[in-house]
């Protein structure tokens, strides 16, 4: 099994500029997550999904990022336009329902540095 | 103050020496997480509990509920536990601590 893919794996932006992660979850996963997570923090959820539905967006930072997860399986992250605090590692997890007892799989992330 | 707190904060140890990372929360929970992150970024979940003990190898991580406390021992550490290792707590939502910056000698 492939396990949660995202892509690109890095990315180096100027300032003001857009950029889109992607990210493929665990067949069969109904719940999707992403996280962002700065250097020497823990992540820190940005919005999840259940199927196509975003039902937790509380942290997302609605005036320059978007997420979209249209057909319930993979979803794309974009900033539009970038900030130099934009600058972490955006991950992306995945998990068969939203429950207690399942785990998490996450991506191998993408680092983002804005310039 | 933080919701989900982990010490210490950084680690290093001799290859062989018994490792404990801890865990302490201050909201109710229905599980509990411990994750493992390589330099790499990449993140694998090792853990989940909602009570009790689990052991995975020379991995073993235990949960007291009532005292809102988790720990993490690594048996017999090697370089290749090189890691951070991160405390993540789930109620309705996920919560994650700063991780334990974990760096073994050979």
């Known amino acids: 099994e492939a396990g949660v893919v995202q892509s690109p794996r890095y990315k180096i932006i100027e300032k003001k500029q857009p950029v889109a992660f992607w990210c493929n979850p665990i067949?069969?996963?109904?719940?999707l997550y992403w996280y962002r997570q700065n250097l020497g923090q823990g992540p820190e959820l940005l919005i999840r999904?259940?199927?196509?539905?975003?039902?937790?967006d509380s942290q997302l930072p609605k005036d320059r990022f978007s997420a979209e997860r249209l057909k319930g399986v993979d979803s794309t992250l974009k900033i539009q336009p970038a900030e130099l605090g934009d600058s972490a590692v955006y991950l992306c997890?995945?998990?068969?329902?939203?429950?207690?007892?399942?785990?998490?799989?996450f991506g191998s992330g993408t680092r983002l540095t804005v310039v | 103050k933080n919701e989900v707190e982990q010490s210490p904060q950084n680690l290093t140890a001799q290859e062989g020496e018994f490792i404990t990372i801890n865990c302490s929360y201050s909201v109710g929970i229905s599980a509990l997480h411990w994750l493992q992150q390589h330099p790499g970024g990449g993140i694998v979940s090792l853990f989940m509990?909602?009570?009790g003990k689990k052991k995975h190898g020379r991995l073993i991580a235990t949960i007291n509920i009532q005292e809102k406390h988790s720990s993490l021992h690594i048996t017999a550490s090697h370089p290749r536990d090189s890691a951070v290792y991160i405390c993540a707590v789930r109620d309705d939502k996920i919560i994650f601590g700063k991780g334990t910056r974990l760096h073994i000698l050979p």
């Open positions: 999904y259940e199927n196509e539905e975003a039902v937790d």
């Open positions: 509990l909602s009570s």
């Open positions: 997890a995945s998990s068969y329902g939203a429950e207690a007892n399942y785990g998490y799989t």
């Open positions: 067949s069969g996963h109904n719940t």
